[in-house]
């Protein structure tokens, strides 16, 4: 049967990477539509190329370019946030790869639809887990993870058994500045920044890689996606990127998901399941690879991991407060406004003077991000004094 799907920021590096694997079995996907904030370019031409229903831009600046690009293909072009969750609502299978807190009311129009919504995007999971998760139950839509962690995690987990998980350990790659020095860090550029080790993504992900806040999300969202105690989930740095992570059973097994470090594999895992696709990657060589090495996380010189951790203790709207911040800093530092150890330090200010209630609603949720990202930019002000 084919599939319709969609991809919530198709131009973006899941999103190609979705595209990538949805092209190459053209006869077993209808591509219902493909959103963008702005880059019209990559958009139109992934819109033409796929044979798109639909192509939207969040941005409606750019929406007279779209059309313009769309006229006489037959593909329907639109434009707004308000477009990009109709474009949403409307599949068997959807891609959420919108970077930011931008995705989070697109996440939830999509599981409106009551289909399969795969998320890459981690920050709605970590601002509104409990509603994104509330509301794909009631819509009985259903929520895989594409983050190669929490996809590895999910094909390790026996949902049927959860008390029989003694931990989860979550990899992390360390980052391009594993090694460094806090000193040595204060003067790192963004293009260092960005430059990962072993994954090729967008830049906000790069960013948090560096800082390890994306770990730190990270935490936060196996928090909500598996049913263990959070005192039980682990981070162990793996700076070879070849186990995505653990789940270590009462018996001492420790079951583990190897694959290269490209999304394609757990993407073609979320775009098959419970089936399998075969993808274009080669198997891994583990004699050539040679060894695997494990060691603790530095929370001294990635403070993120802590506040991440901290954050969640606190629950409420203070993992919302966290990832708003964030944001805020790490386009603060891409922009070279701010250094990158002021990034952790303007996400632990935000968190320490603003403490609002919890909030229960999709509203109250925007409300607490909009505010927090109000302090953060305050304090973004202030580094620059
Ligand atoms: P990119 O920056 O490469 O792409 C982001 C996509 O979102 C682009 O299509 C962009 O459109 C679109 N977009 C940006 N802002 C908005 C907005 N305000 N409204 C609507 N659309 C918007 O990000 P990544 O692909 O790297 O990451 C996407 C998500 O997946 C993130 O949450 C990230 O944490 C997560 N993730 C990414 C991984 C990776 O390997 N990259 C791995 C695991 C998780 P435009 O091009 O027009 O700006």
């Not at 003694?166 to 260092?192: D, H, N, Y």
């Not at 966290?322 to 891409?334: D, I, P, S, T, Y």
Request: aromatic share 4%; hydrophobic share 50%.
């Amino acid at each position: 049967m084919v599939k319709r799907v969609s991809v919530l920021g198709a131009t973006g590096s899941v999103g190609r990477s979705t595209l990538d694997l949805i092209e190459r079995s053209p006869e077993e996907f209808e591509v219902v539509a493909l959103t963008a904030n702005c880059n019209v370019v990559e958009l139109a031409a992934a819109a033409i190329r796929t044979n798109a229903k639909r192509a939207v831009v969040a941005d409606e600046s750019c929406f007279a370019d779209l059309r313009a690009r769309l006229s006489g293909t037959g593909i329907a072009a639109a434009a707004g946030r308000q477009a990009v969750c109709e474009a949403a609502a409307d599949s068997d299978w959807t891609m959420a790869a919108i970077v930011g807190c931008a995705g989070l009311e697109p996440v939830i129009a999509a599981l409106a639809g009551g289909g399969t919504v795969v998320l890459a995007n981690k920050e709605p999971l970590v601002s509104a887990g409990d509603l994104v998760l509330a509301e794909a139950k009631r819509r009985g839509a259903t929520v895989l993870p594409a983050d190669s962690e929490h996809n590895a995690i999910f094909q390790c987990f026996d949902f049927e058994r959860p008390e029989r998980v003694r931990r989860i350990i979550l990899t992390a790659s360390g980052g391009p500045f594993r090694e460094w020095t806090s000193e040595a860090m204060r003067v790192v550029t963004p293009a260092q920044a960005v430059a990962h080790p072993n994954w090729s993504m967008g830049a906000k992900i790069s960013v948090d890689s560096a800082t390890m806040m994306n770990k730190g999300l990270e935490l936060i969202e196996a928090a909500r996606l598996f049913p263990v105690d959070p005192a039980r989930i682990e981070i162990v740095v793996h700076r070879q990127s070849i186990i995505h992570s653990i789940v270590d059973y009462v018996d001492g097994s420790m079951l583990a998901q190897m694959g290269p470090s490209d999304m394609r594999v757990p993407i073609a895992h979320t775009l098959a399941w419970p089936d399998r696709i075969a993808t274009p990657m080669q198997p891994l060589d583990l004699v050539r690879i040679g060894r695997l090495d494990f060691e603790a996380p530095d929370e001294e010189r990635f403070p993120a991991l802590r506040l991440a951790r901290e954050a969640l203790a606190a629950g409420g709207a203070m993992p919302a407060i966290l990832n708003a911040a964030n944001e805020v800093a790490v386009a603060a530092f891409l922009d070279g406004r701010i250094g990158f150890l002021e990034i952790a330090a303007i996400v632990a200010d935000t968190m320490m003077r603003y403490q609002p209630q919890a909030p229960e609603t999709l509203e109250a949720v925007l409300a607490v991000d909009a505010e927090a990202r109000a302090v953060a930019r305050q304090r973004v002000e202030d580094c620059l004094v």
